[in-house]
């Protein structure tokens, strides 16, 4: 686990372009079915879009799991 301090220099080296990498990630992840705590960023900032990424594609994995079902 990352050191608090070293975190909070993590929180404060993001851009839009991270977030939208980091939530691309997640999205992929949640719609291949890959469990949430693979979640791979240490600074909340990216781990949250991260996790809304994921929320979103497991959303559509979930959808697509009761359709073909």
Request: aromatic share 10%.
């Amino acid at each position: 686990m990352t050191p608090p301090e070293d975190r909070n220099s993590a929180d404060r080296h993001w851009s839009l372009e991270s977030l939208n990498k980091a939530y691309q990630q997640g999205y992929m992840a949640g719609l291949t079915g890959q469990p949430l705590h693979q979640q791979p960023y240490p600074a909340e900032v990216l781990a949250a879009a991260w996790e809304a990424g994921w929320d979103d594609g497991n959303e559509q994995f979930e959808l697509h799991k009761r359709r073909s079902a």
